[in-house]
């Protein structure tokens, strides 16, 4: 069965950029949609964007100047950049699979934290 | 930008019934949109309920369901246990392609 595991650095300074892996198992990148969903300290869930191999790529309308989610099906790893970052980016980050009528699957988050 | 509203807080007695909605500002939830339903506990990632509005994962407990009620997409469950306190939460489209959050629904079981 699928599984996510999210990887990067759990420190970034402000005004810098975000990258974290999606490493992917047991399903192909070639189906579904991968997303990126992020969750501030003690706040709810936010969905930040996905790509799908088939389809588009789309993103949070708040955030589309600054993110990009890839896929690299060569490697079954998805990706996340966020850039110009700022406190306020601080959060865990989770990625995910859906679609294709199977539901969603999460990896278990990796926290950021934006600070100097 | 949609916003989509939960209760923020409900309570439930043990083995009782209690209901949770999801309503977007983009309109009513009717049977061409799609809902999911994620439940969370303290320090763990979420974990998807229902997805496509009624339809369960194969580890969802039978005693959590997914509906249309109203306008609104809704997620019920009958027989309340105390493992299900936690915050849930629902995830519904707008304008086609772009996903949104509901704020979420702490439950308590008391």
């Known amino acids: 069965q699928v599984q996510l595991q999210e990887s990067g650095p759990g420190l970034v300074k402000p005004s810098e950029t975000l990258s974290l892996t999606c490493i992917v198992s047991?399903?192909?990148?070639?189906?579904?949609?991968w997303s990126w969903i992020r969750q501030p300290p003690g706040q709810g869930l936010e969905w930040v964007g996905y790509?799908?191999?088939?389809?588009?790529?789309n993103y949070n309308p708040s955030l589309k100047s600054r993110v990009t989610v890839s896929l690299d099906t060569s490697r079954n790893q998805f990706y996340l950049k966020l850039t110009s970052v700022s406190p306020s980016d601080t959060a865990v980050y989770y990625c995910?699979?859906?679609?294709?009528?199977?539901?969603?699957?999460w990896g278990q988050g990796i926290l950021v934290t934006v600070s100097s | 930008q949609a916003v989509v509203t939960q209760e923020p807080s409900l309570t439930v007695s043990p083995g009782g019934t209690v209901t949770l909605t999801c309503a977007s500002s983009?309109?009513?939830?009717?049977?061409?949109?799609?809902a999911y339903w994620f439940q969370q506990k303290p320090g763990q990632a979420p974990t998807t309920l229902i997805y496509?509005?009624?339809k369960k994962q194969s580890w969802t407990p039978a005693r959590f369901s997914g509906s249309i009620l109203g306008d609104k997409a809704a997620l019920t469950l009958s027989g309340a246990q105390p493992e299900d306190e936690a915050d849930y939460y629902c995830?519904?489209?707008?304008?086609?392609?772009?996903?949104?959050f509901g704020g979420g629904t702490k439950l308590t079981v008391l």
């Open positions: 995830l519904v489209p707008y304008r086609g392609v772009f996903w949104m």
């Open positions: 983009t309109g009513p939830f009717t049977d061409n949109d799609w």
């Open positions: 995910a699979r859906s679609g294709s009528g199977s539901g969603m699957r």
């Open positions: 790509s799908s191999y088939r389809e588009s790529t």
């Open positions: 047991g399903d192909s990148l070639t189906d579904h949609h």
């Open positions: 496509d509005t009624t």
